[in-house]
Nanobody, 123 residues
Framework: QAQLVESGGGLVQAGGSLRLSCAAS????????MGWFRQAPGKERDFVAA????????YYADSVKGRFTISRDNAKNTVALQMNSLKSEDTAVYYC????????????????WGQGTQVTVSS
């Protein structure tokens, strides 16, 4: 069973950048597609970005396209989310998720989840 631990969240001013990282304990990490999701208070958990097991395919939510970049390092069992030009509406708890199959956007199809890391963007 994969265990995921996110890090890198914090408080940043609008227009700034943060880099989130997710470390996976699963030694077959390279077989998993990975995703980032976020949940703001009182709202549903939304898709942010996803990356295929090889890293060759990526998906992004329209709201973050051009500002966020997802990447992975299969040798280190990590996936990262580089967030630039942050806006107040990016404020949320960000979750890393793993799926033992092909890349998808739906949170319901992911098998494992991290505990989340808070990102707060001040305007």
């Amino acid at each position: 069973q994969a265990q995921l631990v996110e890090s890198g969240g914090g408080l940043v001013q609008a227009g700034g950048s943060l880099r989130l990282s997710c470390a996976a304990s699963e030694r077959t990490f390279s077989r998993y597609s990975m995703g980032w999701f976020r949940q703001a208070p009182g709202k549903e958990r939304d898709f942010v970005a996803a990356i295929s097991s090889s890293g060759s395919v990526t998906y992004y939510a329209d709201s973050v396209k051009g500002r966020f970049t997802i990447s992975r390092d299969n040798a280190k069992n990590t996936v990262a989310l580089q967030m630039n030009s942050l806006k107040s509406e990016d404020t949320a708890v960000y979750y890393c998720a793993a799926r033992r199959s092909s890349i998808v956007r739906s949170a319901f199809l992911y098998d494992y989840w991290g505990q989340g890391t808070q990102v707060t963007v001040s305007s």
